[in-house]
């Protein structure tokens, strides 16, 4: 089994800076992947970006590309999102996901955390 553990949501004003924290433990074996996502509410869950465990190599959704940077700590398998210049449509509960495997060129997130909130006040 895989755990994963955001941290590091909260309140912050427009234009400000929050960093999210996604602890990844457990068989940490043949991990594909590991991306973020968030839902505001009464939306669907959508995709913010993701990061290559193997080459490192960063995918972002156009709506945060330029903002967010998504990185990882080797040594404690953690992986951050900095999330800069907020705006208050930025508000969700943002997960951390994990997938080992791609189906038909698509990934499969097997895992999930918890979720964290991140409000953005205008």
């Known amino acids: 089994q895989v755990q994963l553990v955001e941290s590091g949501g909260g309140l912050v004003q427009a234009g400000g800076s929050l960093r999210v924290s996604c602890a990844v433990s457990?068989?940490?074996?043949?991990?594909?992947?590991l991306g973020w996502f968030r839902q505001a509410p009464g939306k669907e869950r959508e995709f913010v970006a993701r990061l290559h465990w193997g080459a490192g190599h960063t995918v972002y959704d156009d709506s945060v590309k330029g903002r967010f940077i998504i990185s990882r700590d080797n040594n404690e398998n953690t992986v951050y999102l900095q999330m800069n210049n907020l705006k208050p449509e930025d508000t969700a509960v943002y997960f951390c996901?994990?997938?080992?495997?791609?189906?038909?060129?698509?990934?499969?997130?097997?895992?999930w955390g918890q979720g964290t909130q991140i409000t953005v006040s205008s």
């Open positions: 996901a994990l997938s080992r495997r791609r189906v038909l060129g698509k990934f499969q997130y097997e895992f």
């Open positions: 457990g068989h940490t074996f043949s991990i594909y992947a």
